[in-house]
């Protein structure tokens, strides 16, 4: 228990639009700063998905106004095979990063988090400040990739080397668009750990009198969770950035071996290893999906308490759960890996962990279950989601089953079924977290109802439509006329 | 509303298993010898995650049905058993389930990695460079000449670096765009990386393995039809990785020597 | 009265006199009365030219199933000549010849996943159009020298987007061009000042050029270069043959 007038004389009533709305100190300021950085961020991300999917739909053929957006990568509006790779990596990135980690995490947790141990605010008010303008400067950096002549990097928002670290050579925006990627997740994990620490010593430090952790709401949890696993897995990422832009400014070859052969010209690179940067990717990769989710989970949990007029089954279960999801998906990473060419014997070392780790998301999924029977749920759109985000979980997370295992994986590795998968629990179960949190906390942060008529078209055209686009993604994996891998600016099967 | 939900859902549910179930469409038929423990661990997760999905989507879809909204005069209830139910359903249920699958996972995971490759396999190399893949057979000699990375030349031919004129190995070594390979007989494939990551993936012969440069990684498999097959990069590779393909020919035995014989009066 | 017009008349004669400098500059397409022809001869065997496999790319295997197409670095005749050598003045042009840019606009084309030309000859400044006759996309990669007067460059041009236009900046013999995606795509752009002829199939070659002496110079992709002093008189065409040894 802390002394609160040492809070409240840290505070004092800020006057000026500045010191009030953009450099504020205030967790709900910065909380409804992220909010909408990742509202900006998600309309851009998804315009992006627009445009591939409306190139996949009509490829070869003119998208008006394409060529504005640029002009190498549309002559003539038709889309190259490198604007398309250009568009996938930024839409990834986009979604991933600046509104997976943004929204659930740093808006709602910022909001919320102190208000919910019972604290006056954050303790390091200007590192949480710092915080959102880091992250948002890191936003710019990225979309700037846009704006330079080669334009964005067109590696996939997982950058794997060396087509990522040996340059240009390697295609249009793998000079400058890689430096700034890189650039900008860097900055971006910066951003990401000054919130962390805001997170964890609001969390053991700053909790009310009586507030004991176990009282905490399962919101809180999930934020505390999710913000251990953000320093530990941030805090590889942007050490995997700098040396990923160190091989290119300062011709170092950490993930450049020799010999290399591009455009018949050998690269001037020795001694790296491209496994390394996978290794080093994927140990913050797997996390992360975490860091996407687990909020969203404390989300549902909380929105479903409060509409289904009863406790959860058991409220330190579903904590043990979320903490036993965050400590395993440390040991599952290698699962993006089974194919890579690292020792198969690690291949199956990994499997298991991740096949354990079915069995916390499972008690979760029973958790809420469980909660329901019994109950008597008020429907209403912060509800719909959440049980739509269960829904969507458990179908994302069986298809997960075949992509636990090493020998499956041969056959669906970099096929649209991991698109189906990822966008399941990610593109939509995440994200329908954060429409419960929008729709349940909205009067709380802005002062009015959102219109509850909308919300519950929102939750149909979403749920359904949603479900329409990735489940046959999923399915349509198995037959051999239909199953297309990912990356793809067309497929040229030509059985 | 919440009846909505709940038909919506059971609705989804079983749209989405009529396909898998009725085999609506299937897998690529398998012609390998290592293929079936694969094939067979694919309709086994198949099964457990199918029934967990059904079975999880329509319980969720009834307690929506049966407890939203507010059913006045009905009391609040609580599941009988509690947490401890279910988190007992889940180990014992999912836990032994999901390590049932890895344990016998391992045996079709072994059969392809922990073993050897035959003592007369045929070594053949691939290479996989931005955007095409290329084949090398050691030609009669049976040894595979050293590769020269700085005599790379895309224009002339020389797309593994070959010194024909001073590397005695290199002399009878032969290059081509297409892989053939005679049927039944197992095969060790040496994968190189001429520049990034590829991969290569046959889905009938059951073989997906990413390249890796710096290190030169190696296959065994053995296909048993005759036909012509597809083998595409799944690794993004750059620009042109969707048009990074090559074409597999299984043929007999007397077919593919034919076949050798005349890549190699074509080199 | 006289006086001005005098002046009026003087100025517009200077004026039109200036013009005519100027124009005569910018945009010749044919200069001199002189002609230069000459043939390209092999001494000794050609190498042998590789077939191309083209069957990653089926729709352009397709087009060349019957027919197969070989690499065509050193393409010589049954008769021992040579095609697709660059032939082209290095020394002896004037002022206005040296920077006039050929107001031709050839095409580049890609066709059958080759390039056709697989050589190109041009002027500094020069405008040509680059195609894509296929059915299949293909990306267009020239490397000019490293530090030198033109950029590297790299953009892909599906079917169904317009020609592109282009020019170069500076002097290079030669840039390579090549397409990523179909490996053995494989051509040249030689970029020069003056007049300049590529040798056709049966290796023959026609300069026109204003009477002077100069030297010429033949480049071929694997036998290097060539050079040779030729005299060009008003009326009567001059000849100049080279002859590149095998390798």
Same mark, same amino acid.
């Given at each position: 228990m802390h002394d609160m007038s040492h809070a409240q004389a840290a505070h004092h009533e800020p006057t000026g639009f500045i010191r009030k709305h953009v450099f504020s100190l205030d967790h709900k300021v910065i909380g409804k700063q992220y909010y909408g950085l990742a509202l900006a961020a998600v309309l851009i991300g998804m315009f992006l998905s627009w445009l591939m999917r409306i190139h996949l739909g009509w490829t070869n053929y003119p998208i008006p106004g394409l060529e504005l957006l640029s002009k190498n990568g549309a002559p003539g509006n038709v889309m190259t095979p490198e604007f398309y790779l250009q568009l996938m990596t930024m839409h990834a990135t986009i979604m991933v990063f600046f509104v997976l980690t943004t929204a659930p995490f740093a808006a709602f947790g910022n909001y919320f988090l102190p208000i919910q141990v019972g604290a006056?605010?954050?303790?390091f008010p200007h590192f949480n400040m710092m915080s959102f303008w880091v992250t948002f400067v890191g936003f710019l950096v990225l979309v700037s990739s846009?704006?330079?002549?080669?334009?964005?990097? !067109?590696?996939?928002?997982?950058?794997?080397?060396p087509l990522s670290a040996v340059g240009k050579v390697s295609g249009p925006g793998q000079g400058l668009g890689v430096v700034l990627w890189a650039t900008s997740i860097a900055i971006f994990c910066v951003g990401q750990l000054l919130g962390s620490l805001n997170f964890i010593t609001t969390t053991l430090d700053m909790r009310t009198r009586g507030m004991s952790m176990w009282r905490l709401p399962l919101s809180a949890w999930a934020w505390f969770i999710t913000s251990v696993m953000g320093l530990t897995a941030f805090a590889v990422l942007m050490p995997a950035c700098i040396l990923l832009i160190l091989d290119h400014v300062?011709?170092?070859?950490?993930?450049v071996p020799s010999n290399l052969v591009i455009n018949d010209q050998l690269q001037p690179?020795?001694?790296?290893?491209? !496994?390394l940067w996978q290794h080093l990717f994927w140990f913050f990769g797997h996390p992360e999906v975490y860091i996407a989710i687990v909020p969203g989970m404390g989300i549902v949990s909380h929105v479903l308490v409060t509409n289904m007029r009863k406790p959860l089954l058991s409220h330190r279960v579903v904590v043990y759960s979320m903490g036993a999801l965050a400590v395993l998906s440390y040991m599952v990473y290698g699962h993006h890996m089974f194919l890579s060419g690292m020792n198969p014997v690690s291949s199956l070392a990994f499997s298991f962990p991740t096949l354990v780790i079915t069995i916390p998301s499972t008690i979760l999924v029973l958790m809420w279950l469980g909660s329901l029977y019994g109950a008597k749920l008020r429907i209403n759109s912060a509800s719909l989601f959440s049980l739509g985000f269960i829904s969507m979980f458990i179908s994302g997370g069986v298809s997960g089953f075949f992509l636990a295992q090493p020998s499956t994986d041969i056959m669906l590795h970099a096929t649209y079924f991991v698109v189906g998968h990822f966008h399941m629990v990610m593109g939509v179960a995440a994200m329908f977290g954060i429409f419960a949190g929008t729709y349940f906390w909205f009067p709380k942060m802005f002062g009015r109802m959102m219109n509850e008529t909308l919300g519950k078209l929102h939750f149909w055209l979403s749920f359904v439509g949603t479900y329409c686009i990735f489940m046959p993604s999923t399915i349509l994996e198995w037959p051999e006329t239909y199953a297309v891998t990912r990356r793809l600016w067309t497929t040229t099967h030509s059985r | 509303m919440g009846k909505f939900v709940a038909v919506t859902i059971v609705v989804i549910a079983i749209v989405s298993a009529i396909p898998i179930l009725r085999h609506t469409w299937w897998m690529a038929e398998d012609i390998s010898t290592h293929g079936a423990p694969i094939d067979e661990q694919m309709s086994e997760t198949m099964a457990e995650a199918g029934i967990s999905f059904l079975a999880s989507q329509i319980i969720l879809a009834y307690f929506i049905w049966r407890f939203s909204g507010s059913r006045p005069g009905e009391k609040v209830k609580h599941f009988p058993g509690g947490a401890k139910a279910m988190v007992w359903a889940a180990f014992l249920l999912v836990g032994t389930e999901v390590l049932a699958l890895g344990v016998f996972g391992v045996k079709a995971w072994a059969n392809i990695y922990f073993t050897p490759p035959a003592a007369n396999a045929m070594p053949i190399q691939v290479q996989a460079g931005q955007f095409a893949f290329y084949f090398r057979y050691p030609g009669p000699d049976g040894t595979f000449g050293p590769l020269h990375a700085d005599l790379i030349n895309e224009g002339t031919q020389n797309f593994f670096g070959l010194d024909q004129d001073h590397d005695q190995d290199s002399k009878d070594d032969i290059v081509t765009a297409e892989m053939a390979i005679p049927v039944n007989r197992e095969i060790h494939l040496l994968m190189h990386a001429k520049d990034v990551g590829h991969s290569f993936f046959v889905p009938e012969l059951r073989v997906q393995q990413d390249f890796v440069p710096g290190l030169d990684v190696t296959l065994h498999f053995t296909a048993t039809k005759i036909g012509r097959y597809e083998i595409v990069c799944?690794?993004?590779?750059?620009?042109g990785h969707y048009n990074m393909k090559a074409y597999l020919n299984v043929k007999s035995q007397p077919d593919f020597d034919d076949w050798l014989k005349k890549q190699a009066a074509l080199q | 009265m006289k006086a001005a017009q005098k002046i009026a008349v003087m100025s517009s004669a200077l004026l039109l006199l200036a013009f005519a400098f100027l124009y005569s500059g910018n945009n010749v397409s044919a200069a001199g009365e002189g002609k230069i022809t000459g043939t390209i001869k092999l001494d000794g065997t050609a190498p042998r030219q590789r077939p191309i496999d083209m069957s990653k790319e089926p729709s352009c295997a397709k087009i060349h199933e019957s027919n197969p197409v070989h690499t065509e670095n050193v393409v010589a005749s049954a008769s021992g000549t040579l095609q697709n050598v660059v032939v082209y003045v290095?020394?002896?042009?004037t002022g206005n010849e040296a920077s006039a840019v050929s107001s031709d606009n050839p095409t580049w084309d890609q066709k059958g996943c080759q390039y056709i030309p697989h050589v190109m000859a041009l002027n500094i400044g020069q405008h040509f159009k680059v195609v894509n006759s296929d059915q299949t996309s293909h990306n267009i990669h020239p490397m000019p020298k490293q530090g030198g007067p033109n950029h590297e460059w790299n953009k892909s041009q599906p079917t169904g987007a317009p020609p592109f236009d282009v020019t170069w900046t500076g002097e290079e013999v030669a840039i390579p061009v090549k397409c990523n995606i179909h490996p053995w795509m494989h051509g040249y752009m030689a970029v020069v000042k003056g007049p300049n002829a590529i040798s056709d199939a049966n290796g023959a070659f026609t300069l026109n050029l204003a009477p002077g002496s100069y030297t010429l110079t033949a480049w071929q992709e694997e036998l290097g270069t060539q050079t040779q002093k030729v005299t060009v008189a008003a009326g009567k065409p001059a000849t100049a043959d080279f002859t590149f040894k095998a390798k």
């Open positions: 006056e605010d954050m303790p846009f704006f330079v002549p080669d334009g964005p990097t !067109l590696g996939g928002w997982t950058q794997y080397a300062a011709g170092t070859s950490f993930f690179h020795s001694g790296g290893s491209t !496994l | 799944t690794q993004l590779c750059g620009l | 290095s020394e002896g042009l």
